[in-house]
């Protein structure tokens, strides 16, 4: 039997920064029976008013540039400077890459057994909207129990970069340099995205060719058109093995708070960050509740056969289908 | 005004091949009216039974990969095949680079001006889900109208291969080799989902680079997981100046098709893109018939302020519009 607490328990137990609590609370989030919801809803109502005071980190970077490894470094430094830091990941993805979240896991324990980090993995969602709004509400709760610190590490490939990059301040892309860089999946795109951009694994044979690769990507990215924020990414080396360049990190991103703050950039993308995060929650619960709906799994099951195999147009029956839960939902 | 025709025209003018009433029924499906996209709706669903006898191939790469370049020089290697070719653009993130688009069509003009070709812009879609499905009902309407050969070109960044991966048969990345590999935006993940890696302008001092590049990335792409398809995606060279490669892309595209309609992925791939469309349409027209509804506008309007300050939770307002729109939707 799965223990729920009362709204108070939860909401008390996050303010005084209770982890079990709040792992608690995390998984009442992530559950997916409507009562547990409606819970985790006004929870995450109840708290907003203490949220929003961390700095929101996404961090990515292809398979094997070391994004765990870089998290537990940095993680720890940012510990040893006083801060408190959660870690959670975002894996919108989830079908084909799930195996390497518990692996992930294992790998951070490092951090995870230091009482000011918590770290969790990544929901087991179902669809984009849903797993982003989970990682979400999950990061406000993190806020309320007083974590300064939120890394958002984006597992999976696709659209998770994108995911990422709406729910956070500062978004940071890894990088190796070296042999292979042609696959590392530098799409222009998510360079675009990016504020910094860390050649990691700067450290023994790999030191000089990142230090060469640091003056490519930042001729580079002169090129690219300024963003609005008026912020040109920054290159910077890192080392998670010999501490490299890791500080260096953090006070980039110190400095981009301050100057987000003063051109007022920062809370005018958390003002769109948060339309966005409704526009990805009416899309999620509408579907849910489309699906839900009997009559409609009826039509859907008895005609999927026939949109298998190319006979019924897909718009007629999304049309008619559309129609027939407006005309039964029971309000 | 606009002129719009009955059922029967469109229909009958399709089947005959009439390019300009094909123009004119991918208007109609393009068209935001309800009553233009009932008429549609219907058309489309007329003339499921003469589609989906093309070979539909989606082509994307990098902006300076040469897409419409390599578009028309293929296209024409294929009307002199004596295929007829139809050529589509999709472009979900279509605020950035509406600009391309006229430029794309304007250097095509070499192809446009052949009768058995037929050239469309993307539409200027607002949503992905919608945008997508009017390019695939303009694929189907172009099938039906005889078109062997539909190639898909992807515009803009991010999510648009996937959309397209999703409604293609065969998924070409077309690549540069040389000098700034690592800005190519050769994500891994497209590299998974592509059948075939073509280097493109391999011709003059650029050739011996590209056949270096075609080693690297064949062996790059062993290293991959075979599909489920079994299918390892071929390397080619090819060049639109000097047609090299040209014929063997389209001899792979065939040696494909054979082989997975043997295996049966052919068809099974079909019925799984059929039903992605139809929970794609699902999503856009409950999106749309939300956004519609009256007394959800006025609230949204109203809690927009709200949001965007983080007093109110997006899950919390989100649910109770969702009520709303259960509750005053005339069925």
């Known amino acids: 039997m799965k223990k729920r607490l009362e709204l108070t328990a ?19 989030v992530e559950s997916t029976l409507e009562s ?5 809803t006004e929870l995450v109502q109840t708290l907003m008013v203490h949220s929003g005071n961390s700095i929101r980190i996404g961090i990515t970077g292809v398979p094997g540039v070391g994004k765990s490894t870089f998290i537990e470094a940095f993680g720890k430094m940012l510990l040893d400077q006083g801060k408190k830091v959660a870690v959670l990941a ?8 799930k195996g390497s979240i518990l692996g992930d896991k294992t790998r951070m324990e490092n951090l995870a057994s230091d009482k000011r980090a918590f770290i969790r993995p990544s929901p087991s969602g179902t669809t984009l909207g849903g797993v982003s709004g989970k990682t979400r509400e999950a990061m406000l709760l993190c806020e309320a129990a007083g974590f300064d610190v939120i890394l958002v590490e984006t597992v999976g490939v696709g659209q998770s970069e994108t995911a990422v990059k709406n729910m956070v301040d500062f978004f940071l892309l890894l990088m190796l340099a070296g042999a292979g860089d042609e696959l590392q999946g530098i ?13 990691h694994k700067a450290d023994g044979d790999n030191f000089e060719p990142a230090k060469k690769a640091k003056v490519t990507y930042q001729n580079a990215l002169h090129l690219f058109p300024v963003s609005q924020k008026n912020w040109i990414p920054k290159v910077l080396l890192a080392s998670s ?3 490299l360049g890791l500080e260096k990190v953090a006070e980039l991103v110190i400095q981009y708070e301050t100057q987000m703050k003063e051109n007022g950039f920062w809370e005018s993308n958390r003002a769109a960050q948060r339309l966005n995060w409704l526009e990805d ?10 699906l839900k709906n ?5 039509v859907l099951e008895s005609e999927k056969q026939n949109i298998q195999s190319g006979k019924l147009n897909p718009g007629t029956l999304a049309k008619s289908l559309i129609s027939l839960f407006h005309s039964n939902h029971k309000s």
Chains 1, 2 share one sequence.
Not at 36 to 40: M, N
Not at 281 to 290: C, P, V, Y
């Open 10 to 28: 939860y909401k008390n137990g996050i303010l005084s920064g209770d982890r079990v609590i709040l792992s608690q609370a995390i998984t009442l």
């Open 36 to 40: 547990d919801q409606d819970l985790a």
């Open 90 to 97: 975002i894996d919108p993805s989830s079908q084909l890459t």
């Open 187 to 199: 799409k222009k795109g998510i360079m675009e995205m990016a504020d910094a951009l860390v050649i």
């Open 241 to 243: 093995t010999t501490g």
């Open 281 to 290: 929650q009416i899309q999620f619960l509408l579907g849910l509740a489309f």
């Open 294 to 298: 009997p009559e409609v799994k009826q």
